[in-house]
């Protein structure tokens, strides 16, 4: 059980760093300035989930959800 708990912090702490990382990655988004402008009426709002910022979106929600389930389990005492 002692190899399983070191293997999972290692995997928390790549989960962290990369978590991290990818948050820094994306854009800023400004409060309202996007439905004032018109910018989701263009190409790249309609293809959001195609472009980078979508893949990084996904990555990030991905990361995020295996970092809590990682948290929850090292937690547990067995």
């Not at 990818?22 to 309609?46: C, D, H, P, R």
């Not at 980078?52 to 389990?73: D, P, Y």
Request: net charge positive.
């Amino acid at each position: 059980m002692e190899i399983l708990r070191i293997i999972l912090t290692i995997v928390y702490i790549i989960a962290c760093i990369g978590l991290v990382i990818v948050v820094l990655m994306q854009e800023g988004k400004a409060a309202g300035l996007g439905s004032i402008s018109g910018a989701a009426e263009t190409y790249w709002g309609k293809n959001k989930g195609r472009s980078m910022e979508g893949a990084l979106v996904k990555i990030t929600t991905g990361l995020a959800v295996g970092f809590m389930v990682i948290s929850i389990i090292l937690n547990l005492n067995f």
